[in-house]
Structure formats: C-alpha cells, structure tokens
C-alpha cells in the first residue's frame, strides 16, 4: 500500500530551550534561513506525502501562518524585485495538504500519535518527531517508506547512541536482515540500568505505523515520566508481530536541545550557498583563539 500520509507531532512545550520558546515553537526555530518545522515538512513530501497532520498546542498558531499564503509579503517582494525571496516563499501554502489538530493535554507522544486517528484512517503512515530534522542526500522518511514496502510490517528509523546517553532513548532488540536493516523483536524507553538495556539502537525520529497502532495506543497506560509512550505501544508491535528497523542514512539534529539548535545552524550553514565561505572563514579565525 502506498504511504501518503504523515503525522507530525510538535505539542510539546521546549522546556529544553527556555526562554526563547515562552513565545515561540520550537519548531520555528530558523536552521539558516528555514524554520525546522519546514525541513520536516519538505522530508515528508519529498518523500512521496500528499497528506500531513501537524499536532500543535497553545501558541504554536505560528506554524499555521509560515505555511499560508502571504499576498501582502508577496506583493511587496515583486514589486521591489526580490525574485528570489519571492520564489522560497510563494509554493509553502502549496507544499501538502496540511491539517492542524491541537493535542489539549499535554500526556505524551503516545497521545500526540492517537489524536491522528481520524485523519488515518484505515492505512499506514510516517510519524516524524518535531524535534528531529534529519538532513541527507535521501529524505529519512522515504528509507522507511521503501523498506516498508518490503517488508509489510512497522517501521522504525534508528541509530546507534552513547552508552552514557541510551538512559535518555529507547532501547531496542535487532537482529541484522542485512545491510542497514534490521528485525526487531523487543524495546524499551528510557531504561533505567544498563541491565535493562537491549542495545544501544535507538528510535530516533521516525517511524512507519499500521493503523492497528491506534487500538494499541487505547490500551496503553502511562510509563515513563507519566506520559503514554509511543515507544511503549510499539513495543507491542514489536513483540507481537515484528517490526523493521533501519539505520537511516543523514544527520540528525535536535533542536528540542540547546547544543542541538547551534549544531543545526552551524552544519547546514556550512553547506548553504550564501553563508558557507563566510562561515568558514569565521569558523577558522574563531578556533584559533580557542
């Protein structure tokens, strides 16, 4: 079945990067010149999505109005000949269909994914986690999508993470198909020993889901931290029926974390046409005095 529809959950507050985000997304935050929430949204269809479902909260009506049409700013730009800022701006409201339902509680990924019910419907779909933006030369979600298409079952997109920092992910269980792509049969969020550990493979922003999710999501109680865990109802899956894994190829950057925003703007300034020779230059004056 082909896969036309994403969910992008970004209810979540950014305690992480307070202040800046008492008033704005974190999901606003600008990578150069794109706010993250538009690489997410460029992946999905990019990807092959038509259909997208952006889960907000209070005060993230700013996501709303950069994917709308701007008469006002687009007049203003031609008239002055800005051809260019004209045209990175013209096609957003264009992009995808794009939907916005508010998560009113704030209980967790879990119950983020399970407000997107309605919107499914009866087929599968990509979840992309609103603090991940993953730059490649292949959009993330489009690895998932083919490997799905081989498999049939679940797809989770993961990479290796510290030993010191597998407490703060999920751990999960995989044997190796071959190549990138893995089985898996087991996982667990935020383990709170290293016995309890299953491998230092963990989700990392993206996954492929069956619509059986939901019913799962129904029956799954509160876990860590209080919150109905997502990882805790494709666990389920995973036990039940399997789940593929792949090792996506690209660089992931979280920008629901301080270090992870400057990362962001440093690595994809260095490769934007208009800021790389300048920051370069910067980069290499300033290690110098380090």
Request: charged share 25%; net charge neutral.
């Amino acid at each position: 079945m082909k896969i036309t529809k994403a969910v992008i959950p970004a209810a979540g507050m950014g305690t992480r990067v307070l202040p800046a985000t008492k008033a704005m997304p974190k999901e606003m935050f600008p990578i150069v010149d794109k706010p993250a929430i538009q690489y997410l949204v460029e992946e999905a269809v990019n990807s092959g999505i038509t259909d997208i479902l952006i889960i907000t909260n209070r005060g993230k009506a700013l996501m709303e109005d950069h994917f709308d049409k701007n008469p006002a700013l687009e007049k203003s730009l031609l008239d002055n000949s800005k051809f260019a800022l004209y045209d990175s701006i013209k096609d957003l409201h264009n992009l995808a269909n794009i939907y916005y339902i508010r998560q009113v509680e704030t209980k967790g990924l879990g119950h983020a994914v399970s407000r997107a019910k309605a919107f499914v419907g009866d087929e599968p779909f990509a979840v992309l986690y609103g603090d991940d933006v993953i730059v490649g030369d292949v959009p993330a979600t489009k690895q998932l999508i083919d490997a799905y298409g081989m498999y049939g079952k679940g797809v989770l997109g993961i990479k290796e993470v510290p030993k010191e920092t597998i407490s703060m992910y999920s751990s999960l269980k995989v044997e190796k198909i071959k190549d990138n792509i893995y089985k898996c049969t087991d996982m667990i969020e935020k383990p709170k020993s290293l016995a309890a550990v299953l491998s230092y493979h963990s989700i990392q922003g993206r996954c492929i889901l069956p619509p059986e999710i939901f019913d799962i999501l129904d029956r799954t109680k509160p876990g860590a931290g209080g919150e109905i865990q997502l990882t805790d109802a494709m666990r389920k899956l995973a036990v039940e029926y399997g789940m593929t894994a792949v090792e996506y190829e690209g660089k992931r950057f979280d920008m629901g974390s301080k270090l992870g925003v400057l990362k962001a703007s440093i690595e994809v300034g260095l490769t934007h046409p208009e800021t790389k020779d300048g920051l370069k230059e910067y980069l290499k004056e300033l290690t110098q005095e380090l």
